[in-house]
């Protein structure tokens, strides 16, 4: 069975500085891995994936994961945060045998002060 | 126009009341889900369709209807709502093809409150 944790529900930064959002996984299969933005009022939009390619991910607005499979993680950092990064961020799983049902993390609410 | 889209945006109704979420795709994606969002939960499945003859319940389809008029059409029905019914409900597409690359492509979401 699959399953992901956000180990945070929220992070608060300041402008410029890092951001590092946290995520565990389990899966029974090599998993896919991806991480969805949520801005309010918004749909979430797909931020990067993993899909057993690199295990360092780049995705978009600077942000990037690495896939560690010793440690069943997958966190989410940034170098430098934006004001426009607050939002929303979900860690999500999927198996890839068969159906790629998502399973989704709680959620991690990222705000970014000035 | 959005690639998927929901409707209504928010909606208030009653206990009670029959109420119907719809969700249209212009992605010609096979796959259409219905999730619901609550704080502190994520995102939960309710139902999915692979086509228009295939529909499935997800991990919370108690108290919940799904249509599949046609390919591009899904539509979510509350048969009696009540309060805890109250969330944020999204609409999403796949193509099984490109899931790995591409993940899911979600609508903006329907707010709905039961009172």
């Known amino acids: 069975a699959q399953s992901v944790t956000q180990l945070d529900s929220h992070v608060s930064v300041s402008e410029g500085t890092p951001v590092l959002l946290r995520c565990n996984y389990s899966s029974s299969y090599s998993p896919s891995l991806f991480w969805y933005v949520q801005h309010p009022n918004k749909g979430l939009q797909l931020l990067l994936k993993?899909?057993?390619?690199?295990?360092l991910v780049k995705g978009i607005n600077g942000f990037e994961a690495e896939f560690k499979k010793s440690e069943t993680s997958f966190h989410l950092t940034k170098p430098s945060a934006h004001m426009s990064d607050a939002a929303e961020y979900f860690c999500?799983?999927?198996?890839?045998?068969?159906?790629?049902?998502?399973?989704f993390g709680a959620g991690t609410r990222l705000a970014v002060h000035p | 126009d959005a690639d998927v889209t929901q409707t209504p945006r928010n909606r208030i109704t009653k206990t009670g009341k029959r109420i119907m979420l719809e969700c249209s795709q212009t992605?010609?994606?096979?796959?259409m889900y219905w999730y619901r969002q609550d704080p502190g939960l994520g995102l939960r499945l309710i139902y999915y369709?692979?086509?228009?003859?295939?529909?499935n319940k997800g991990e919370i389809s108690d108290g919940y209807s799904v249509s599949r008029q046609a390919q591009a059409k899904f539509s979510l029905s509350l048969e009696s709502a009540i309060p805890n019914q109250t969330a944020l409900y999204f609409c999403a597409t796949s193509d099984p093809l490109g899931e790995i690359n591409y993940g899911y492509t979600f609508g903006s979401g329907t707010r709905l409150t039961v009172v």
């Open positions: 369709s692979f086509d228009v003859k295939d529909i």
């Open positions: 993993y899909t057993s390619a690199a295990t």
């Open positions: 992605k010609g994606h096979d796959r």
């Open positions: 999500v799983v999927s198996a890839r045998r068969g159906y790629n049902k998502l399973i």
